[in-house]
């Protein structure tokens, strides 16, 4: 590794979070007030949803990608073997 994959990284992530709070000022700025609390906790409840699923996909998707590469020691196996 290298410091420009830091760089990247950090910019990824920039853009990840403006993503976020987009998002949120959308729904903020866009819903009436008499539904904007309950948008605003489902919009939290769906991102959180979102991050796990995409935490459990991620554990099967590189249990494969260990698989493909011969690399032992995933934590869960993968499902299209």
């Known amino acids: 590794y290298n410091n420009a994959l830091f760089i990247v990284c950090f910019y990824v992530g920039l853009l990840g979070g403006g993503v976020y709070v987009n998002g949120y000022m959308s729904v903020n700025r866009d819903l009436p007030v008499s539904i904007r609390e309950f948008a605003l906790s489902t919009v939290s409840v769906a991102d959180t949803l979102g991050i796990v699923f995409a935490d459990f996909s ?15 020691g995933a934590a869960v196996s993968c499902p299209l073997s």
């Open 58 to 72: 991620g554990l099967f998707i590189q249990s494969c990608l260990y698989q493909v590469n011969g690399i032992h």
